[in-house]
Structures are given as C-alpha cells and as structure tokens.
C-alpha cells in the first residue's frame, strides 16, 4: 500500500451512472477510501444499467467494473435522520462527489455553501450534463446525446455516412478524467490555504474540450464544417492522406502520418505525384483510393513487416481475438481479477497508473447496497 499516494483519503461518492463514478474508481485505484452514498435496497441506478443485459452477484456487470474497491452506505436522502448523520460523516470526509442535476442537492440541504459550514476544508466536485445555468442546465446529461449535440459525431465515418457516434461512453470516460484531474489540483491547492475548494465539471465542456484540436481549426478557417473522406476508411476529418484505415488481400492496415512519396515507393507506385504536400489534403480522396488498390495485393501482416522496416507508421487493425492473443497485449499486463461475493471472478482491467515502479491492482469487489453502513458508523460516527 505504499505506493498509494492518496492512502487515508475519505470520498463520499453522491453519484451514479458513469462520469463521476468512475472518478471515483480512479481515486479508490490510487488509494482512496471511497464510499458511495446510495438508495436503500436499490442502491444507485447503475446497478440496474447493463450491457448485453449481463448481471453478476445481484447488479449489472457494467456496475461492477466501475465501483469495484468502494464501499457502500445506504441513506435515504428523504429521511432527516439518514440525513443527519450524512452530515456527521461529511465531517469527516476530505472529498465530496456529486452528479445530481442542478437543485438537487440544494433541496436537500447538502450543496457547497451548506457543506462548507460543516466542513470548511471539503473538495466539492460535480459533474452536470450542460452546467448550472442556461437554456439547457436541466436536459439530461447522457453521453449520446452530449456526443450528439456537441458535432462530435460528425467527425467519424465517411462522408455519405449519416452521423457516426462513438462506440463507447467516450464523454463520460473522459469528463471523469477532468474530475478526477480537479479533485487532484483541488487538494493540492487545499494543502496551501486549509481551504475548501469547489470543483465543477460538465459532459458538455468535456466534449468541447475532447475536440480542442479540431474546433481550434473551425474557429481559425473560416468556419469550415469537418471535411469527412468520400473514400471509406478515413481517419480524421481533417488530416491528409495516407491517414485512415484501408482492407489488404487479409485484414485490414492502419496507416498513420508519413510521408506520401516513401509510402508511395514501399506499394511499387510512382511517388513523384506526391511530391506537392498541397495535394495530399485536396486530392485525399483519389490517393486513398490509389493507395486502397496497391493494398489488396498483398496481407495487412505482409505489408506491415514492410513498411516497419522502411520507417513507415501502420498497423494491422485487430479485432479483440487476435489483440489479446499478441504479445504486446500480455506485456502490458492490464488485467486483473476481482473476487466477487457470491465466490464469482470477475476479469476486469487494473488502474492504468504505475506508482514508484509497481502497478495498481486491487481485488475488492463492488459493494452490495448498504454493505458497510455498520463499520462507516463504527469509524467515523461512535465516540
């Protein structure tokens, strides 16, 4: 344990779903003590949220992987007992999280200004959908529909595809990292001033944020709308050719940047139509197809053994199967396996941190609801 830098922090995790949960794995990976604060009997939402309808010990798998190493603590949020003694253990606790939508917790006597008089050093972050304030503060924060509003799913596919989501919870992924990023700054800038410190996070900046790249080019183009490739495979709206995806004689090859007249020269094309850099964006779809066509002549494994030996950026495009099957997957050593309660494993993946020469693992599993009420009470609430 130590390794774990942040070994006797105590977080009271308000939160469901994905974005501020998964914070909170990352906090609980790096040491932190994280309790999750949830419904009596259901518990939080996300229990009942699955992928492929797939349940394990009582709750969704997805439930799993995302609260494993956290404690849980059943209050009922209506009740002015349950709530009472919320307040005894924010006391005590060193962060609160929250992803309720805007007014919630100031019903419930529990927002920023309340807390910070029962505990004036707290770290108080939030996650919203859209924020506070404005036309859309009280829509529903859901990755899809953040991907969707954002002009995220215009970036992907091609340009005869209709709009093209990620297929992951990309936004909630990654508005976790920006909390869990502000909690990190929030507690150093708390160990100069003993204060408390609000941190304040949404879906919406987060996929603005994602986007930093390609909405720096909107702004300074001339309010151009993304330029998706006619030629299927494209990998970037806005990159040149050779980039994308492109089907060999077997599999399929990643091309990255590079440059088009070596490239060229490694699929026996001429490479002096290439030598105007201009061209490789403006005629990105007629180079695509010419280099497609070299590509079918021979295996993606063929043609990277190749090209890496010229210095030439690609990769073979693997499907899960015969990613976990290579070497470079077992090196990495990402997985581990958590030993559920109804004697189940669970195969999941570790934290991605290494902390003075050594990985992150952790084998607790999630929380059944409730299933440390009596030992928080007996840390944090008996005399």
Known sequence: MDNRPLEGLVVLEFAQFMAAPTAGLRLADLGARVIKIERPLVGEAGRQIAIKNIFVDQSSLVFHTINRNKESYAADLKSEADLAILRELIKKADVITHNFRPGVMEKIGLDYQAVQQLNPSIIYATVTGYGNAGPWAKKPGQDLLVQSVSGLTWLSGSAADNPVPFGLAVIDMYCATHLTQGILAALLKRSRTKKSVLVEVSLLESALDMQFEVLTTYFNDGGQLP??????????????????????????????????????????????????????????????????SALLEASAKAWVEKLEAGGIWCAEVNDYHAFFAAQGFAEANMLQHVKLQDGDNLTTTRSVYHIDGAYLFANKPAPRVGEHNEKIRLDYLKQ
């Open 227 to 292: 330029q998706r490739a006619e030629t299927r495979g494209g990998g970037h709206a806005y990159l040149s050719a050779p980039y994308g995806v492109y089907k060999t004689a077997e599999g399929y090859l990643a091309l990255a940047m590079g440059d088009l007249p070596e490239i060229a020269a490694a699929l026996g094309l001429p490479p002096a139509p290439y030598l105007d850099r201009s061209t490789w964006f403006k005629d990105r779809d007629v180079i695509m197809q010419t280099l497609g």
